[in-house]
């Protein structure tokens, strides 16, 4: 499974950007697909995840911020964020989550970065 993340950059603090991630096959329908950032100096941290039935979660600091979607027919899947905050800076991670009996498949894109300054 191969994950490619795009869209990152940087924005001043109030400004928006949309993240993409980017797979192929049934992936986005069949694997929770998560975005996760990770902040200088900082652990990996969840950010939202949209479950193969379209569920979604969010971690509750981004509430009414950051919306996960997908697109199921372009096996895509984005994250769009609103009134950014220097907080945000991070590298933006797609993640493909799928646990079926005992095994687990997990994996991660590349990375995007995300730089929130004025």
């Known amino acids: 499974v191969q994950l490619q993340a795009s869209g990152g950059g940087f924005v001043q603090p109030g400004g928006s950007l949309r993240l993409s991630c980017a797979t192929s096959g049934m992936i986005v329908s069949i694997f929770a697909m998560g975005w996760y950032r990770q902040a200088p100096g900082k652990e990996r941290e969840l950010v939202a995840v949209i479950t193969g039935s379209g569920s979604t979660n969010y971690a509750d600091s981004l509430k009414g911020r950051f919306t996960i979607s997908r697109d199921v027919a372009k096996n895509t899947v984005y994250l769009q964020m609103n009134n950014l905050k220097s907080e945000d800076t991070a590298v933006y991670y797609c993640?493909?989550?799928?646990?079926?009996?005992?095994?687990?498949?997990?994996?991660w894109g590349q990375g995007t970065q995300v730089t929130v300054s004025s």
């Open positions: 993640n493909a989550n799928r646990r079926s009996g005992t095994r687990e498949y997990d994996f």
